[in-house]
């Protein structure tokens, strides 16, 4: 019998089997992992991708959050391009027409080629888009680029030497086994790899329940329904009082039971004003976390950032809520402290208060999942360098301008 106390049992110790050793192990395969295993690869890294759900996309997929946020900084000027705006195109490539119904739309027709670009100021470039064709269009184009996936694969633990993760630790239906690797990418929103190696991570919390779904009525018309979340005007909670801590089993699984209350009983009050029946469609199939759990890097991203130009930049974007504030992504905001080859991506990296709700929206994870999986690989490579914080910062910036990243210093100039 193992020894146990009334509140903890010991796991038999067992060897594990390397079920694949790699460059890059990218864990999350959300928009901001897949940028990173998509950029990565593309520098030649030998790179795989876990992902515990079945689909890539996270929560623009699963999670049925089809805006694609402005690529722009609100006053006509682009500020996200590589694989940020590369992604964006992607989610709307065999769009013909938009749908009104489905919210699917089409790239502004002032961001295209030979568009009008007196018209940007007033147009911000962005797009909705089919969550289901965009999941299958994510997993072609990493398979073309050969990332090799593992879907419903769990990320547990690591393994460490020294400073260095040298294998994850993963469950699925192989069992648990191990993925052994030159460097790791946490863009599993939650901070997961972080926090299993020891780093100092920050989990406010503050998530209130999803609200949005897709119904047909009764004439067979689908429709998408996006409700707004009632906030106090004093306090960031809503005014029935719940909010949902996304690091505790508990609160995540209450979130996502009151967030299906919440649509039936929408769907109540729609079938009973409108005098038709209703039928649910599609729902949000994974938790729907706005907030959750991220790094505390050497350098945290704040609010007075914006205009403010980092030495170390891997990537720029916009504001998405309002127009004008431009931020700079420094190298240092996205690795981690101790652990030398650990970096992370999208609403994991270090940042503070309102920038996070800049930072954690789709085309900024692609921006900061595309700069950590170069980094990634270019550390991976390097036999001289342990730690990302050793990286040539001017060969990286090099290399992510030739892949059509936007690093420039002019764009964080006030339009008078």
Known sequence: MHPMTA???????????????????????GI?????????SRTGAKVCLLEKSCLLGGLATAGLVTCYLPLCDGRGRQVIGGIGEELLKLSVDDEVAPSTAMCIGRIPSCWLPGGNVNDRAQQRHMVDFNPVTYACKLEKLLRKSHVTL???MRFCDVH????????LIVESKSGRTAIRCKTVVDASGD????????????APGGNVRCGWYYYADGDGKMHRR?????????????????TFKGTRVEDVTAMCIASRELMLQDMARLKATEKQ??????????????????LQATVTLKSSDAQRWFEDAVGMTGDWRKAGPVYTVPLRALAARKTANLITAGRCISCSGDTWDVMRVIPTCAVTGEAAGTAAAFLAKDTEVSRFAK???AALQRHLKRHRVILDKSLLNPIL
């Open 277 to 294: 029946d209703i039928y649910p469609l599609a729902m949000p199939s994974i938790p729907c976390t706005r907030m959750s759990r991220h």
């Open 191 to 202: 901070a997961d790899v972080c926090v299993a190696a020891g780093e100092r991570t920050v």
């Open 32 to 40: 901001a992992g897949a940028a990173a295993a998509l950029a990565a």
């Open 160 to 167: 460490v030497q020294g400073d260095t993760i040298d294998a």
């Open 150 to 152: 593992y879907y419903d």
């Open 226 to 242: 996006i409700l707004t979340q009632p906030f106090s005007a004093t306090k960031r909670f809503p005014e029935n009082g719940r």
């Open 7 to 29: 509140m903890t049992i010991q796991e038999k110790s067992r060897n594990l089997k390397i079920l694949t050793d790699v460059d890059v192990a990218v864990v999350g395969g």
């Open 391 to 393: 990286l040539d910062i």
